[in-house]
């Protein structure tokens, strides 16, 4: 599968990105191209971690993909590293955008926003404010911080949250008299002092860390995230959505992603597993990209679209 490597400008700041054809010919070609998936990996992830056989599968069908990192993270140029900002992070999704439509052979007014976990709420957010998205996939959707940091207290417990709070507050006081973060492990073993703690989670998230991820973050994530509010967006998305859930999330809460889904009109699917579990090398992976090829496939076609405008005429 043919991978080019591109960088793209966000605000700024130089962000890394890889750009896929797709094969030729394509069921999906139109007379302006072919359509885009514009993906990015979630919670301090990078593209490298797990994005690739995603983007893969999809090229494999005929769809150009551009995958690409935030800024701070991974490949992408910014400081500082290793943390979140959720306006500097919708930017670069929507930067991505822009640069994704600019590719030779791509269809600018068939964007695809796929995203995983924080980055699923980061697409569907992004979705509800651009006319040329086409589709949204939003796996293991996040779209509630405070919802997340409810869960988080039922899995950790009070003292493990207080104190990650308050570690968190001291990064962000630090950082507006120019002191260097505060930095924690993004995910540690129950019981350990990181974001994400979950029985598993240590494991499963190093099973597809890829070599430009660091296992850090900005303890003021933590306040980043009680802003993160996803699925207020969710109801002014227009093109066709496909949310997909896993019933045993302990990171991203199920019942927060199913009302989204709800306010979205979007197809749902469910999966008996954990926040992982989707990935490649793990039991649900096949499932989940079967369905989000399937619901591709049914969407993006040209004949679908021709049937759909003439419904409208």
């Known amino acids: 599968m043919t991978r080019q490597t591109i960088t793209f400008d966000s605000h700024g700041t130089p962000c890394d990105a890889w750009f896929y054809r797709g094969i030729d010919?394509?069921?999906?070609?139109?007379?302006?191209?072919?359509?885009?998936?514009?993906m990015a990996h979630?919670?301090?992830?990078?593209?490298d971690s797990g994005l690739e056989p995603f983007a893969e599968r999809f090229a494999g069908t005929g769809l150009a993909v551009l995958a690409f990192d935030f800024r701070g993270f991974g490949l992408s140029g910014g400081e500082p590293r290793q943390r979140i900002s959720l306006s500097g992070q919708l930017d670069d999704y929507r930067s991505a955008i822009t640069a994704a439509s600019c590719q030779p052979g791509v269809d600018p007014a068939r964007v695809v926003v796929w995203g995983v976990s924080m980055s699923a709420g980061f697409a569907m957010t992004v979705a509800a404010g651009h006319d040329d998205v086409c589709a949204v996939i939003a796996a293991i959707p996040l779209v509630s911080g405070p919802a997340a940091g409810r869960l988080a207290y039922h899995e950790v417990g009070?003292?493990?949250?207080?104190?990650?709070?308050?570690?968190?507050?001291?990064?962000?006081?630090?950082?507006?008299?120019?002191?260097?973060?505060?930095?924690m492990p993004v995910v540690g073993r129950p019981g350990e002092h990181a974001a994400l703690t979950a029985d598993g989670f240590y494991e499963s998230y190093l099973s597809i860390a890829g070599p430009s991820w660091r296992n850090e973050v900005d303890a003021a994530v933590g306040l980043e995230l009680g802003r993160f509010r996803a699925d207020k967006y969710a109801s002014r998305i227009t093109a066709p959505t496909l949310v997909q859930i896993a019933d045993f999330d302990s990171a991203a809460p199920p019942h927060s992603a199913a009302k989204a889904a709800f306010a979205a009109h979007a197809e749902v699917r469910h999966y008996p597993c954990d926040h992982f579990d989707i990935f490649a090398g793990h039991d649900w992976f096949e499932p989940a990209v079967d369905h989000q090829l399937s619901f591709l496939a049914r969407h993006l076609s040209p004949a679908t679209r021709q049937t759909i405008e003439k419904a409208a005429r």
């Open 25 to 38: 010919p394509s069921p999906y070609d139109g007379p302006a191209g072919r359509p885009v998936v514009v």
């Open 42 to 47: 979630g919670f301090a992830g990078t593209k």
């Open 158 to 183: 009070g003292a493990a949250m207080v104190s990650s709070t308050m570690t968190g507050i001291g990064s962000a006081l630090g950082a507006r008299i120019g002191r260097a973060p505060t930095m």
